[in-house]
T-cell receptor, first 113, second 116 residues
Framework: EAQVTQNPRYLITVTGKKLTVTCSQN?????MSWYRQDPGLGLRQIYY???????DKGDVPEGYKVSRKEKRNFPLILESPSPNQTSLYFC????????????FGQGTRLTVV | AQKVTQAQTEISVVEKEDVTLDCVYE???????LFWYKQPPSGELVFLIR??????QNEISGRYSWNFQKSTSSFNFTITASQVVDSAVYFC?????????????FGGGTRVLVKP
């Protein structure tokens, strides 16, 4: 079954404690992205990757890092989380450009206290 | 810059009523793609439909229909004879033809509550 898998689904952490949210896709897609969802703002792109070792900033990259060492995996790293990073996070993968739809993971609800 | 506006933040209807969700977009590209996603209470994002900028045909899929009008930059979504299972947040999204990173620009979402 084609899917994007994120872990964990829920996470509560304290300010400043480094964390990683994992994302893996089994569709051999080239493009992967991270989005955050906040009320009234929809989803906004944090970072994206066009292929292995190729990543770039999206619209809201501050406070986040990513890496793409393997095609299937695209972890999101918060090195020093702050309360304004409390949000719902989604990983997405897409095959190629154009009108192909994005496949989303189940979401990770992060709370930073 | 791209922008998607979903002016209705929440719509409440009684089962079997029709409901229309508005989506207005802005882009400078002549080639672009529009999408609708559904987010049920469980939280995942479910792809519903895509539309290319050069294809203005309306589409119907069961109780769902979409009206794409380039002249008004709108891509509206209608649920006919709504059911409780249609209760969800619905997002309209835009992707430019050569969007860096395949970026989707989302509207703020419309929450639909269907009461029995």
């Amino acid at each position: 079954e084609a899917q994007v898998t994120q872990n964990p689904r829920y996470l509560i952490t304290v300010t400043g404690k480094k964390l990683t949210v994992t994302c893996s896709q089994n569709m051999n897609h080239e493009y992967m992205s991270w989005y955050r969802q906040d009320p009234g703002l929809g989803l906004r792109q944090i970072y994206y990757s066009m292929n292995v070792e190729v990543t770039d900033k999206g619209d809201v990259p501050e406070g986040y890092k990513v890496s793409r060492k393997e095609k299937r995996n695209f972890p999101l790293i918060l090195e020093s989380p702050s309360p304004n990073q409390t949000s719902l996070y989604f990983c997405a993968s897409t095959q190629g450009q154009g009108n192909t739809e994005a496949f989303f993971g189940q979401g990770t609800r992060l709370t930073v206290v | 810059a791209q922008k998607v506006t979903q002016a209705q933040t929440e719509i409440s209807v009684v089962e079997k009523e029709d409901v229309t969700l508005d989506c207005v977009y802005e882009t400078r590209d002549t080639t672009y793609y529009l999408f609708w996603y559904k987010q049920p209470p469980s939280g995942e994002l479910v792809f519903l439909i895509r539309r290319n900028s050069f294809d203005e045909q309306n589409e119907i899929s069961g109780r769902y229909s979409w009206n794409f009008q380039k002249s008004t930059s709108s891509f509206n979504f209608t649920i006919t004879a709504s059911q409780v299972v249609d209760s969800a947040v619905y997002f309209c999204a835009l992707k430019d033809g050569w969007a860096a990173g395949n970026k989707l620009t989302f509207g703020g979402g419309t929450r639909v509550l269907v009461k029995p």
